[in-house]
């Protein structure tokens, strides 16, 4: 499976913005999806992840009610929709895909597959 990530920006606090992660690979629907971020000078943290038909959600607390994680399988593409971004958000933020869907796998950031980042910059 390779991953691509896109739709970083720069963004004012409050603001919105929506990444895309495509995937290549015929094995898309079998796995589940997620997103990780990285802000500079800290490790990488768990953000979102979605199980391989789309019905159940992990997300991390400071997350939960802002961001919302989708899929289109149709398109092999999953969704971060990101709203009322603080400057904390600012990171690059990666996809991931794995077979496994628990909650202690992805909150671990134990995915297989990885892709580049896309960079979210959010100005107070």
């Known amino acids: 499976v390779q991953l691509q990530a896109f739709g970083g920006g720069l963004v004012q606090a409050g603001g919105s913005l929506r990444l895309s992660c495509a995937a290549s690979?015929?094995?898309?629907?079998?796995?589940?999806m997620g997103w990780f971020r990285q802000a500079p000078g800290k490790e990488r943290e768990f953000v979102a992840a979605?199980?391989?038909?789309?019905?159940?959600?992990y997300y991390r607390e400071s997350v939960k009610g802002r961001f919302t994680i989708s899929r289109e399988n149709g398109k092999n593409t999953v969704y971060l929709q990101l709203n009322r971004l603080k400057p904390e958000d600012t990171a690059v933020y990666y996809c991931?895909?794995?077979?496994?869907?628990?909650?202690?796998?992805?909150?671990?950031?134990?995915?297989?597959?990885w892709g580049q980042g896309t960079q979210v910059t959010v100005s107070s």
């Open positions: 690979g015929r094995t898309f629907l079998s796995r589940a």
């Open positions: 991931a895909a794995d077979h496994a869907y628990t909650w202690d796998n992805w909150y671990n950031g134990r995915a297989n597959y």
């Open positions: 979605i199980n391989w038909s789309g019905d159940s959600t």
